[in-house]
């Protein structure tokens, strides 16, 4: 990824065709559905099985539910962001996005369908889309929603070698909503740059504002021996 540039008109994004999504190639860290069943079977037997394709026919009711809904009322945002985002909480990112696209071209201000349309963007791979989209909405600065686009952000630089740039983005993100999972991510990346000291400084403040937690101890310990090879 190029390194950050101005934000650009998020009203002047062209939407790719439908066939040009679809044939871009999909970061899908999950197995494929087959293989996912296939393991579950053979490890956990019959009712296992069944009980994961009891969790899909869930998905699949919640789906028919909203889009009996659409039916009535097509141009509803709230719907379309709701569907949109169970396709992508079940790994459907090309659904996800249609049904996001088209909120977007609804209503290009709700800043719900701008955050919405950039996970699921980010979830496609399709990064520097996602990237804009996050920058355009990372411009108010008093949105209480900012923490997640920080942290997707964060994400994105992550897997494309912007460590330094994650590192912050994960910094702003914990000032504003500290989590394990926050400090955790981040202290990894300090460690991968060798960074042990703000490594060891991350760990501790997360201790002291999230109390006795295991992971952040073990992280802390982990680098402490690291540092004692030295």
């Known amino acids: 990824m190029n390194k950050m540039t101005p934000v650009p008109n998020i009203r002047q994004e062209r939407i790719k ?17 087959i293989g996912v069943m296939v393991c579950l079977a053979l490890a956990i037997g019959c009712f296992g099985f069944v009980q ?14 909203i ?23 079940n790994g459907k990112y090309i659904e996800s ?10 209503n290009r201000e709700n ?10 963007l980010s979830a496609l791979g399709r990064d520097k889309e996602a990237e804009s989209a996050l920058d355009y909405f990372l411009q108010d600065e008093s949105d209480p929603k ?17 460590t330094e740039q994650a590192i912050t983005d994960f910094t702003s993100a914990i000032q504003l909503q500290p989590t394990i999972e926050l ?14 000291e703000d490594a060891v400084a991350g760990y501790q403040d997360g201790l002291a504002k999230l109390g006795d937690a295991i992971l952040l ?10 540092q004692k090879q030295y």
């Not at 394709?53 to 539910?65: K, M, R, T, V």
């Not at 400090?183 to 042990?196: A, D, F, I, P």
Request: proline content about 3%; overall charge positive; glycine content about 6%.
């Open 17 to 33: 065709p439908v066939k040009e999504k679809i044939g871009q190639t999909v970061r899908d860290p999950q197995r494929s559905c």
């Open 52 to 65: 994961l394709a009891a969790a899909h026919g869930g998905l699949d009711s919640e789906i028919q539910e």
């Open 67 to 89: 889009t009996e809904k659409l039916v009535k009322d097509p141009d509803n945002v709230d719907l379309l962001v709701r569907r949109g985002q169970v396709y992508r909480s």
């Open 97 to 106: 996005l249609l049904d996001l696209e088209r909120a977007w071209l609804l």
């Open 111 to 120: 800043r719900t369908v701008v955050l919405q349309r950039a996970l699921t």
């Open 146 to 162: 900012r923490v997640f686009a920080l942290a997707e952000r964060a994400n994105i630089h992550a897997r494309n070698g912007q």
């Open 183 to 196: 400090y955790l991510v981040r202290g990894k990346l300090q460690e991968s740059l060798g960074k042990l």
């Open 217 to 226: 101890k073990k992280g802390l310990i982990r680098v402490r021996m690291v």
